[in-house]
């Protein structure tokens, strides 16, 4: 009854509606110039709230601690998901992959922030920290890997130009900014201004649901693109973000981690990215094709995270941490 209560989520709700729409061949149709702006808003939002807790929290403590965690996933995945798929795939599709995955999805970290406020659960600032620093080590690593195994005659940039994009990516500096917005206004005393508002409570709801039908939609045509897709990718879009995310729930519950902390850092893990890293690499690794791995992430990945995952995993670290 618990589970069913969390998958009742109103985010969850309009994720699907914008989802059944676009099976039913409906003409719901929402602006690409909207959708940017709400993006943006939930990133400056997010980012801004996680400045103010961040400091008065402190990154110190378990926000070392889970900042090595992230780290460290965003080395592994890359790493095993190159020798499980470089000999059906290649080494450059094995490597965008494991890019992908290995980074993370920043819409299912808002989502899971909003389902734990929507249920008064607490977690730190450093969380925020923690989303923005898995960005780039999990793209970095991929592609150093491919550079080394596709050796001479590999169309692949310079490390140093993909860690510059990926460190100016629009999305990440608009949540970097506003996150150091958040701290310095807080260290200020100013925090509590009419951009408060603007930023949190009922607004920020409104703007995630809205968010999430538009997202139900390009799930969707996402979705009719998986008939022909390969049954060893479909495999690994479901198992891979499970297996991320138990790791990531027993390094929780080793460590002793608050259980919003723990919450946040197996979405981060059991998440694949669908924006940046397949932006990044299309450019920084063009011998990997990404119609497999952006399918993957975001008609497969995503909408099991969103409408399973976060139920699923929270129910997982109610009990077990």
């Known amino acids: 009854m618990e589970m069913l209560t969390t998958i009742l989520n109103p985010g969850i709700l309009f994720f699907i509606l914008g ?4 099976l039913l061949k409906s003409n719901l149709s929402i602006p690409e110039s909207v959708v940017k702006f709400v993006s943006l808003y939930l990133m400056l939002s997010i980012g801004f709230k996680g400045g103010i807790s961040l400091y008065e929290s402190s990154l110190f403590g378990d926000g070392i601690l889970i900042i090595g965690v992230i780290i460290f996933m965003s080395a592994l995945v890359p790493v095993y998901t190159y020798f499980l798929l470089r000999k059906k795939l290649g080494a450059a599709d094995a490597c965008g992959i494991g890019a992908t995955y290995g980074s993370n999805s920043t819409l299912t970290y808002i989502t899971a ?3 734990l406020t929507s249920i008064g659960e607490a977690y730190q ?6 989303l923005v620093v898995m960005e780039t080590p999990a793209i970095i690593f991929a592609v150093v890997m491919a550079q080394l195994s596709l050796k001479a005659g590999a169309a692949t940039k310079s490390t140093r130009t993909v860690i510059r994009e990926s460190l100016t990516d629009g999305t990440l500096l608009v949540l970097v900014g506003s996150m150091a917005i958040g701290y310095i206004l807080t260290a200020l005393g100013t925090e509590d201004s009419p951009l408060s508002a603007f930023i949190g ?3 920020f709801t409104g703007m995630l649901v809205f968010f999430l039908l538009y997202m139900g939609t390009v799930v969707g045509k996402k979705f009719k693109e998986l008939e022909s897709f390969p049954p060893l990718l479909v495999v690994f879009a479901i198992v891979a973000p ?6 990531a729930i027993l390094i929780s519950k080793a460590f002793g981690f608050e259980h919003g902390d723990a919450f946040l850092l197996t979405i981060l893990c059991a998440s694949a990215s669908y924006i940046v890293a397949p932006a990044i690499l299309k450019d920084a690794l063009p011998e990997a094709n990404p119609a497999k791995f952006l399918t993957m992430s975001m008609g497969i990945t995503f909408p099991l995270n969103i409408v399973f995952g976060i139920p699923a995993y929270w129910w997982a670290i109610e009990a077990f941490l």
Do not use: K, S
Not at 125 to 130: C, E, L, N
Not at 242 to 247: A, D, F, L, R, W
């Open 113 to 115: 922030a909003g389902f």
């Open 125 to 130: 600032g450093y969380m925020t920290v923690a």
């Open 19 to 22: 989802f059944v729409a676009i």
């Open 242 to 247: 499970i297996v991320n995310g138990v790791i």
């Open 201 to 203: 409570g009922d607004m």
